[in-house]
Each structure stands twice: as structure tokens, then as C-alpha cells.
């Protein structure tokens, strides 16, 4: 049962639309979580945190996530950087392969994307 009316991916969509109105504007992963605290707060930190990732083409994470192809909204410039995503001058989305691997979008990658962070609770302690 949802908590909201509608998913977080689709509050993601309007979390962007306000944080990054424009092309090349620049938010901070603090900024999604206080956007999401304040407008959507029994979202949590984890999830908003996650669901970055599952936006961000070009984040290796995000083929753990099961990211749909209308879901490619957001660069991920470092760790806590993010901006949407321009088809026209950034990399093709990373994409899974036939075998669920993470694809490449066949060029080099100098992007901070190692990005060791538990989305869930659950997770923090079965580590």
C-alpha cells in the first residue's frame, strides 16, 4: 500500500522539476532529502537516496534498482551532485545487458559512481 497518492518515482519527477528547473542547474543529495522531508516526509532518507541512483543514467548502481528507460532523468556529476539529464551532450544511459549485467554506454568512464551507500535498513545490518 503506497503511503502517498502516488510512487516516489513519480514524486521524483516533480522533486526535479523544482530543484532543477532548467538544464545544468546543480542540486545536492541533501537538497532531494530536505525537498522530500519537507514536502513528503514519511518518505525515507534511504529511499530518496536510492531512487537518485535508480534516476542517474550514468550511475553503475542503478541497474539495481530495475530503472525503466523513462526513468533517465538525472546526471550524477559526483557522489552528492546530481543534474537532470541532457541527451544531447551527456552518455547514453548505462543500461542491464541481456544477462541483467550493467551495459556501458561504450565510453570512458572518469565519473565518481563507486558509490558504497545502503539504500535500506535491511541492508546496513546484513552487512
Known sequence: MAIYDRPVRILMREMIDQLAPQGGV???RSDALNWF???YPKVKDGTVSAHLLRCSTNSRSRHHY???PDESLLFQIDQGHFRR??????PTPLAQDAN???GSDGGDEDVSNDIR???YEKDLRNF
Open 26 to 28: 546543480v542540486f545536492t
Open 100 to 102: 541483467g549485467d550493467p
Open 66 to 68: 530495475s530503472a525503466r
Open 37 to 39: 522531508n519537507e514536502h
Open 117 to 119: 551507500e545502503f539504500a
Open 85 to 90: 539529464y541532457d541527451p544531447a551532450t551527456d
